[in-house]
Every structure is written in structure tokens, then in C-alpha cells.
């Protein structure tokens, strides 16, 4: 009797996941392929591209995880950057180079309905035209990423306030706004700007869509970083079959080979744009559509999530003054900046 109450929950709750997933992806207005945004602070590194250092490139081919990190180490040596930096916050961030890769997905309907048996083909097909189609994209500069979503530790400190239901101080904040997610970034900008550990024109900031993906594949074209199969899955990230319903402490999974975690479940991640439709052009430096109405995108999946919304391609979409307990952040680092 207990196990078929359980069965039942879990349906339960994965049937309230479907209506939300699907109620993130409505049309926003129409919104089409991706536009400038003179706010977003992208760095000045056309100097740095020469033929001394080659692009990371995994558009045609996958690359292992020994070429993943010998790229990272390459291109920090080239910039006068470190491979880790550490800030006032107790915070680790990686450097990613500088690279092109392919972003979203071109597998089938068929094939995807392994990752989420639960609902309906229709739901799926529904998902995928937001990753959909398949294509280049092009980041000419390399940037700092944390190595984990920001803890609640890391963001007391920073706010001095823990808006979290599941507490925790090495365990990602969540429920948290876009408006705080923002105003987080601003003063630790500010603060390691005073403490003199980065330069008057580096920022803080969520990334970009682009970013975020690329930094996740980490030279893969698999589903996960760790592979296609819900096996991999659990090896990388905690999500709704492993989760016990509930975030977990950072960094407890394995990483990827820039050295990041947690990139696939535990909290789903904030972006800086709002959800907008693929085209089939190469993309070079790219940032999506204004947040409209207060939604933004945040990618991964998470604690809540099952491993078809945990995959590197998908796109979920929520209201920025929502408190969702599924829905943290992680920061970027970008330095110098064109802002």
C-alpha cells in the first residue's frame, strides 16, 4: 500500500512539473532570434584572438576531457589569466576559453521520450522547438564561471539574508528574484572591486544562454556532460530520482572538464535573457531577447527536474519575482570589459 502512495506522489508530482514546464514556454509576444544588448557587458578580446592559439572548437568532434583542460590551461597562459581564481566570498571560479561549439539539439521526438515516459509526445515536441534548430555559435572571449551555483553561504555574506527553504550553507541559495540575483552580482562586483582582488572595468554577472550551454558541454554533444543515459545522469547531477526531493550540498557530483558542478540538476540556473526562438545562422557572441514581463531563462533542470529537462539543451522559463525553490544562480566573471 505505502509503495503504490509513493508511486502515486511521484506521478503526482511529475504530472505538476509537465503544467509548469509548459506553461514556462509560452510565447512571450512572438519573440524571435537573438539581439544586442548594450547592458549586458561582454569583454574586449579581439586583440587576444591570433594564430598562436587556436579557437576550442568541438562543432564537428567531440573533444576528451585531457584536450578539454589542456585548451583551458592553453588559453589562461595566453591572456596572462589564471586557471582558478578564488574571491573574498570563499567563491572558485574556472576560466573557459574562448571556443565555438553547437548549441541545442537535432535528436528526434522518438528518441527523447526515454528521458521523460511520463508525459506525452506532444509536450516533448512542444519542448524541443526551443532548441531547435541545432546550431554554431562562436564566443571569441574567455571568462570566469563559478565552479558551483552560489551558496547560501556565499550569498549571505554578499546580502546578508538567506531567502532559502532548504538551509543549508553549503547547499545553492534559491528562491531567490531576479531583481536580488542582479543586486547580488552588483555588490560583490563592488566589494572585490574595493578588495582590490579584480579590475576597475571586471564585472560580475549571470551569463548568457550561450555561455552557460558552453560552459556545460565542456567539449561534449551528449545530453549530459557525463553522457546520454540517466546512469550518467546521476553521476553528475542530483535530480528527481536522486534528489529525495530537496537541493544538496554543491560540488558532491563529478565535475565536468572546465572543473564545474552541479551544471545539470540540483537548482536550475538564471541566464540574463528572456526565452526566444532558435534560427539556423552561425551565431557569434550571442545574447537572447530582453526579459519581458519579468521572465527570464534558467537552464540545467534541477532537484525537481526529471533527466529530460536536466539535459544541456533545455531552455526553462519563469517569472524573475517568483520565489521558486527549484531555481538558484551562478555567476560569471568577466574582465575587460566593453560596458
Same mark, same amino acid.
Given at each position: 500500500?505505502? &509503495?503504490?502512495?509513493?508511486?502515486?506522489? &511521484?506521478?503526482?508530482?511529475?504530472?505538476?512539473?509537465?503544467?509548469?514546464?509548459?506553461?514556462?514556454?509560452?510565447?512571450? /509576444?512572438?519573440?524571435?532570434?537573438?539581439?544586442?544588448?548594450?547592458?549586458?557587458?561582454?569583454?574586449?578580446?579581439?586583440?587576444?584572438?591570433?594564430?598562436?592559439?587556436?579557437?576550442?572548437? *568541438?562543432?564537428?568532434?567531440?573533444?576528451?576531457?585531457?584536450?578539454?583542460?589542456? !585548451?583551458? %590551461? +592553453?588559453?589562461?597562459?595566453?591572456?596572462?589569466?589564471?586557471?582558478?581564481? +578564488?574571491?573574498?566570498?570563499?567563491?572558485?571560479?574556472?576560466?573557459?576559453?574562448?571556443?565555438?561549439?553547437?548549441?541545442?539539439?537535432?535528436?528526434?521526438?522518438?528518441?527523447?521520450?526515454?528521458? *521523460?515516459?511520463?508525459?506525452?509526445?506532444?509536450?516533448?515536441?512542444?519542448?524541443?522547438?526551443?532548441?531547435?534548430? %541545432?546550431?554554431?555559435?562562436?564566443?571569441?572571449?574567455?571568462?570566469?564561471?563559478?565552479?558551483?551555483?552560489?551558496?547560501?553561504?556565499?550569498? %549571505?555574506?554578499?546580502?546578508?539574508?538567506?531567502?532559502?527553504?532548504?538551509?543549508?550553507?553549503? &547547499?545553492?541559495?534559491?528562491?531567490?528574484?531576479?531583481?536580488?540575483?542582479?543586486? *547580488?552580482?552588483?555588490?560583490?562586483?563592488?566589494?572585490?572591486?574595493?578588495?582590490?582582488?579584480?579590475? @576597475?572595468?571586471?564585472?560580475?554577472?549571470?551569463?548568457?544562454?550561450?555561455?552557460?550551454?558552453? !560552459?556545460?558541454?565542456?567539449?561534449? @554533444?551528449?545530453?549530459?556532460?557525463?553522457?546520454?543515459? !540517466?546512469?550518467?545522469?546521476?553521476?553528475?547531477?542530483?535530480?528527481?530520482?536522486?534528489?529525495?526531493? +530537496?537541493?544538496?550540498?554543491?560540488? =558532491?557530483?563529478?565535475?565536468?572538464?572546465?572543473?564545474?558542478?552541479?551544471?545539470?540538476?540540483?537548482? #536550475?540556473?538564471?541566464?540574463?535573457?528572456?526565452?526566444?526562438?532558435?534560427?539556423?545562422?552561425?551565431?557569434?557572441?550571442?545574447?537572447?531577447? %530582453?526579459?519581458?514581463? /519579468?521572465?527570464?531563462?534558467?537552464?540545467?533542470?534541477?532537484?525537481? @527536474?526529471?533527466?529530460?529537462?536536466? =539535459?544541456?539543451?533545455?531552455?526553462?522559463?519563469?517569472?524573475? #519575482?517568483? &520565489?521558486?525553490?527549484?531555481?538558484?544562480? =551562478?555567476?560569471?566573471?568577466?574582465?575587460?570589459?566593453?560596458?
Amino acid at each position: 500500500m505505502l &509503495r503504490r502512495l509513493l508511486r502515486i506522489r &511521484r506521478l503526482m508530482s511529475l504530472f505538476a512539473l509537465v503544467i509548469l514546464a509548459t506553461a514556462a514556454s509560452c510565447d512571450d /509576444g512572438d519573440i524571435d532570434a537573438e539581439e544586442t544588448l548594450p547592458s549586458v557587458c561582454i569583454p574586449k578580446w579581439d586583440d587576444h584572438i591570433s594564430d598562436t592559439v587556436e579557437l576550442f572548437n *568541438f562543432v564537428d568532434d567531440e573533444r576528451s576531457r585531457k584536450e578539454v583542460r589542456e !585548451a583551458q %590551461r +592553453q588559453w589562461a597562459e595566453h591572456v596572462g589569466m589564471e586557471v582558478e581564481h +578564488q574571491n573574498t566570498i570563499g567563491m572558485t571560479l574556472k576560466f573557459i576559453p574562448p571556443g565555438e561549439y553547437l548549441r541545442g539539439t537535432d535528436r528526434a521526438v522518438e528518441e527523447m521520450i526515454e528521458w *521523460f515516459p511520463e508525459a506525452t509526445t506532444r509536450w516533448i515536441a512542444g519542448e524541443l522547438k526551443w532548441e531547435r534548430p %541545432r546550431h554554431e555559435v562562436q564566443l571569441s572571449y574567455g571568462f570566469y564561471m563559478a565552479s558551483t551555483p552560489v551558496t547560501q553561504e556565499q550569498y %549571505r555574506e554578499v546580502m546578508g539574508e538567506n531567502p532559502s527553504k532548504f538551509e543549508g550553507d553549503n &547547499r545553492p541559495v534559491e528562491r531567490v528574484t531576479m531583481d536580488e540575483a542582479v543586486a *547580488f552580482c552588483e555588490r560583490l562586483t563592488q566589494r572585490e572591486r574595493d578588495a582590490g582582488r579584480i579590475d @576597475h572595468d571586471a564585472v560580475y554577472r549571470l551569463p548568457t544562454e550561450a555561455e552557460w550551454e558552453y !560552459a556545460c558541454r565542456a567539449g561534449t @554533444h551528449t545530453a549530459f556532460y557525463s553522457g546520454d543515459g !540517466a546512469d550518467d545522469l546521476a553521476k553528475a547531477g542530483w535530480y528527481w530520482e536522486n534528489s529525495e526531493e +530537496q537541493t544538496r550540498e554543491v560540488g =558532491r557530483k563529478e565535475p565536468n572538464a572546465f572543473g564545474l558542478y552541479d551544471m545539470h540538476g540540483n537548482v #536550475g540556473e538564471a541566464c540574463l535573457e528572456n526565452l526566444g526562438l532558435y534560427n539556423d545562422e552561425k551565431k557569434v557572441n550571442p545574447v537572447g531577447p %530582453r526579459v519581458q514581463h /519579468g521572465r527570464f531563462v534558467y537552464r540545467g533542470g534541477s532537484w525537481y @527536474h526529471a533527466a529530460f529537462t536536466s =539535459r544541456a539543451a533545455w531552455r526553462g522559463s519563469r517569472f524573475g #519575482g517568483v &520565489r521558486h525553490p527549484w531555481v538558484g544562480f =551562478r555567476v560569471v566573471l568577466v574582465q575587460p570589459c566593453n560596458c
